[in-house]
């Protein structure tokens, strides 16, 4: 009995320290990059394609990034142009595929263009971040239920922290057999899965306190 317990405690000392460390290192700016995905015209009130809260996302999106700016933390941005046939929004050239003045890159940022949800695929991203010795992402955008979803996703299977700011990204109504889940269950449901194994959910009041 007095051995079984001596191995529990062991066990909980080692989780509890290893959450320590990792915590430690999901804080450090030098090894932490911001990635704001897909915030662009199309998205907002006017567009092609408006989401609910666009907003208010992009607003808490820009206090991450000049944050970041402040902080050191390298901001990596990354818009959407729709490129396969029958797109009807983020269309190459177009001002509905500008990305939005409220996250408007600096000329010394990142800017890495996508064509499929998942910001890794058939872009430099990965490679950008392991040659810069990224480990932690905290990730903002649009939207929840696809490119978010699909970039988060595989981040944490290439191996890195993630942190996904709920209150900085936007989705939108979904039907599905003639019903309709509206955007804040929508939003509330992916969330949920993505804080069950992917990556923390947060909030841009806990980000500005962090850093």
């Known amino acids: 009995m007095k051995k079984e317990i001596l191995n529990l405690s062991a066990v909980c000392l080692l989780t ?14 030098a090894a932490t990059a911001l990635i704001v995905i897909d915030i662009q015209n199309d998205y907002f009130q006017g567009g092609k394609m408006p989401l609910s809260g666009a907003d208010k996302a992009g ?16 901001v990596i941005h ?8 029958g797109a009807t929004f983020f269309l190459p050239d177009t001002k509905g595929a500008e990305i939005h003045t409220d996250v408007t890159p600096l000329k010394n940022e990142k800017l890495i263009v996508k064509h499929y ?18 480990k932690n992402l905290v990730f903002a955008g649009m939207m929840t239920h696809v490119c978010i979803d699909a970039t988060v996703r595989a981040a944490k299977d290439y191996g890195f922290n993630c942190t996904l700011i709920g209150d900085a ?18 939003q509330k449901a992916f969330l949920a899965a993505l804080n069950f194994y992917y990556a923390e959910i947060s909030s841009t009041s806990k980000f500005l306190a962090q850093y």
């Open 16 to 29: 509890i320290g290893s959450t320590s460390v990792l915590s430690a290192q999901q804080h450090n700016p």
């Open 59 to 74: 607003r808490n999106a820009k206090k991450l990034i000049e944050k970041s700016r402040k902080t050191g933390i390298p």
């Open 78 to 85: 990354i818009q959407h142009i729709a490129l396969q046939e």
């Open 117 to 134: 949800p998942n910001s890794f695929h058939e872009t430099e991203l990965l490679e950008y971040l392991r040659q810069n010795k990224i």
């Open 169 to 186: 990204t936007a989705t939108r109504d979904l039907e599905i057999n003639d019903q309709t889940a509206k955007a804040a269950e929508v």
